[in-house]
């Protein structure tokens, strides 16, 4: 067998609308540990002073000290932070995560605020394919944040709120912009919030379910980022995938939402075996 | 009283006045050397090669244009192309209507694709009383036969510049000129293996700058710019970063933003090699001053001219010329960067790809076009490109 070696790490996600960070340690049977890790939203602070504090209370939950750390890995917006070690970008970041959450899982799609990316990944973590929306925000967080806000529904109630939909209501699939109009519309024609919302998650659905497509991932997909939580979206591309005849099981975690940070950490102990010349046990396993 | 030292120039001040003059597009530095050399002419030269000796000769200055980057608006410009094809024409059309070329006196479009080629006639049509150069290249590289060609090609526009108000330079004027080209080559030559032995001193930015510099500016002055460069970077202590070694492939004709370069090195790939501002390395050896000037350029071009898609070949040497330079430049991968709607390099592609799948080279793809301002998706893809290298290659 390989020597290998104990390493600690930790991940710093920095998204548009939340920070995430994480705290790992491999050990010799090779498997990562969570062992601590926190979400803080940004909410029109300096974005780089919340990622500061939440990485010294992510440490302080860890029992570890910032200084003993291996490898403080960053990704998303968080490259340059002075405590960095490296950075890796966020397709890398969000397949290891993901698949450290779901370890069966065959791809990984990251829904952020800004975003939407799907990466076929293999099982020891590598990237195989990528694909990401363009610069449209119809199919992002960001788009479904304005529509809660416009609606006046809190963004955990989204979900709840789109699975109990009776008579879902079809909106623009292609621009954010006329899927905003539509949505005043609709307010204005007594349409019921809760078919508003599934035809949001429905049109999002589309573009996600394409997105797959195109990338030809196998099963099953795994949902990371902001959006992983909105079990109605969750439910709308099951159904979308299920009604183009796609074999695609779809999954979510409790921590979705911190799977960069986390795939950070991991790959932080990977790259500090290689660059000290002895792999991580992450890396021998 | 102390004695002055001479150090290595600062490289800031080196990369300001690079930046300005890559950014001269009003081209100012050239009005003002034809203000200092009367009766001296300028010479636009659009993207390809063209041997800037056999205008210097002449008394012309030979002047790059390579459109208007980020910082001209098409308004008037689309009008004259189809939507269908890339962006360079169109700026470049636009700077004519708007005064921009003006100090140029002529304008030669090398024959590295339908559009460059057409676009000497419409400089003809928005400028009948300047001169206007099509510039083809030989397909047979035979020197009896495009050797020949390519002679004639040479000897047809130097008689047309010297026709033009010029002078019929003889050889030894010609050997001046091409010395001076000389000093350019070896100049960006040299900065070439600097960036490949030390990549993390040149920044794929700055080279482009002080390369592009040249575009209005004489071959030994320029020379003297890179020059300067080099030693201030040699000098700048700047320390190795955990990147990957790429090269920068397909952006030979309308010029990236810098933004796109800068976002290429902020994701982690240093880049070791490239063939921006393409031009200024066409010919990957010195000219032999000895001997027939214009036979000398022309076999030079022939048994050194650098591989490029807007280059004729039928037997598959740009790809094995690909990997072969990634091998000598020790590149972890490629980058094909080229711009929306570029025929020579997106035809290319597949067979340049299929030689680095064969190699094992790694290598990913992005394109643009020259006042693209958004880089969040080059970003990602450049960035997980480098971090699968940096972790599992």
């Known amino acids: 067998m390989s020597p290998c070696r104990r390493l600690r790490t930790a991940g710093v996600d920095l998204g548009s609308s939340a920070v995430k960070v994480a705290v790992v340690e491999t050990r010799g049977n090779g498997e990562p540990l969570l062992l601590a890790s926190e979400v803080e939203r940004i909410r029109k602070r300096d974005p780089r002073a919340v990622a500061d504090a939440l990485f010294r209370s992510t440490c302080a939950a860890a029992e570890t000290e910032p200084e003993a750390l291996d490898y403080v890995a960053t990704t998303g917006e968080a490259q340059g932070l002075p405590f960095e070690t490296g950075h890796f970008f966020g397709m890398t970041t969000h397949a290891r995560g993901g698949l450290f959450l779901v370890p069966e899982a065959a791809a990984v799609l990251d829904v952020g605020a800004l975003h939407a990316r799907a990466v076929a990944v293999a099982p020891d973590g590598r990237v195989l394919r990528t694909r990401m929306t363009g610069q449209c925000a119809s199919g992002s967080g960001q788009f479904l944040e304005n529509i809660a806000r416009y609606l006046g529904v809190a963004l955990e109630d989204v979900g709840p709120l789109s699975l109990r939909a009776r008579k879902p209501e079809p909106v623009s699939g292609i621009c954010a912009v ?10 204005s024609r007594g349409i019921e919030t809760a078919d508003i919302l599934r035809g949001i998650h429905e049109s999002i659905a589309r573009r996600l379910a394409q997105l797959l497509r195109s990338l030809e991932a196998g099963s099953p997909v795994v949902i990371t980022g902001g959006l992983a939580a909105d079990e109605g979206l969750a439910a709308a591309l099951a159904e979308r995938l299920a009604a183009d005849g796609a074999k695609t099981g779809v999954r979510t975690h409790p921590l979705s939402d911190r799977a960069g940070a986390i795939g950070a950490a991991i790959w932080g102990a990977v790259r500090r075996g290689r660059m000290d010349g002895v792999p991580s046990c992450e890396a021998v396993a | 009283m102390a004695t002055r030292v001479s150090g290595p120039p600062a490289l800031d001040e080196v990369l300001a006045r690079a930046g300005a003059l890559a950014g001269d597009l009003e081209l100012r530095a050239v009005a003002a050397w034809k203000e200092a050399q ?31 980057g980020d910082r001209v608006d098409i308004v008037r410009g689309d009008a004259y192309y189809q939507s269908y094809l890339c962006h360079l024409p169109r700026s470049t059309v636009e700077m004519a209507l708007g005064g921009f070329l003006d100090p140029l ?3 030669v479009a090398p024959a590295i694709c339908d559009v460059i080629r057409n676009f000497s006639g419409v400089w003809q049509m928005l400028h009948p009383e300047k001169l206007s150069i099509y510039f083809d290249f030989p397909q047979d590289l035979d020197p009896a036969v495009g050797g ?20 019929f330079p003889g050889p030894e004027e010609l050997r001046a ?7 350019r080559r070896s100049a960006v030559r ?12 040149v920044p794929v930015s700055e080279a482009f700058l002080v390369v592009r510099a040249g575009a209005v500016l004489p071959a030994e002055e320029h020379a003297a710019l890179l020059r300067d460069y080099v030693r201030a970077a040699e000098g700048s202590g700047r320390r190795p970063r955990d990147d990957v070694r790429v090269l920068l492939v397909g952006a030979f004709c309308e010029q990236p933003p810098i933004g796109l370069l800068r976002t290429l090195e902020q994701a982690g790939c240093v880049v070791v090699d490239d063939d921006l501002n393409f031009g200024t390395r066409a010919l990957e050896a010195d000219v032999p001053l000895d001997g027939d000037p214009l036979g000398n350029i022309a076999r030079t071009w022939l048994e050194h001219g650098a591989p490029s898609s807007a280059r004729f070949e039928s037997d598959g040497s740009r790809a094995a010329a690909l990997v072969a330079t990634a091998r000598s430049r020790r590149a972890q991968g490629v980058v094909f960067c080229a711009p929306s709607f570029c025929s020579p390099a997106l035809l290319d592609r597949p067979s340049l790809e ?3 799948d064969e190699a094992g080279i790694p290598h990913t793809s992005v394109q643009y076009v020259e006042n693209t301002g958004q880089f969040q998706v080059v970003r990602e893809l450049a960035g997980t490109f480098s971090d699968s290298i940096r972790l599992w290659s």
Request: charged share 20%.
């Open chain 1, 178 to 187: 006329l899927a905003e109009t539509d949505v005043i519309n609709m307010v």
């Open chain 2, 38 to 68: 009367p009766g001296g002419r300028a010479l636009g030269v659009l993207p390809g090669w063209f041997p800037g000796e056999v205008a210097r000769a002449c008394g012309w200055l030979p002047v790059a244009v390579s459109g208007g």
């Open chain 2, 105 to 107: 006196d002529g304008l």
């Open chain 2, 148 to 167: 020949q060609f390519l002679r004639r090609e040479l000897t047809r526009i130097l008689s047309a510049l010297a026709e033009r108000g010029g002078r």
């Open chain 2, 177 to 183: 000129a091409i010395e001076g080209e000389n000093w």
């Open chain 2, 190 to 201: 040299t900065l070439g293996n600097l960036r490949a032995e030390k990549p993390w001193l």
């Open chain 2, 354 to 356: 299929r030689a680095c």
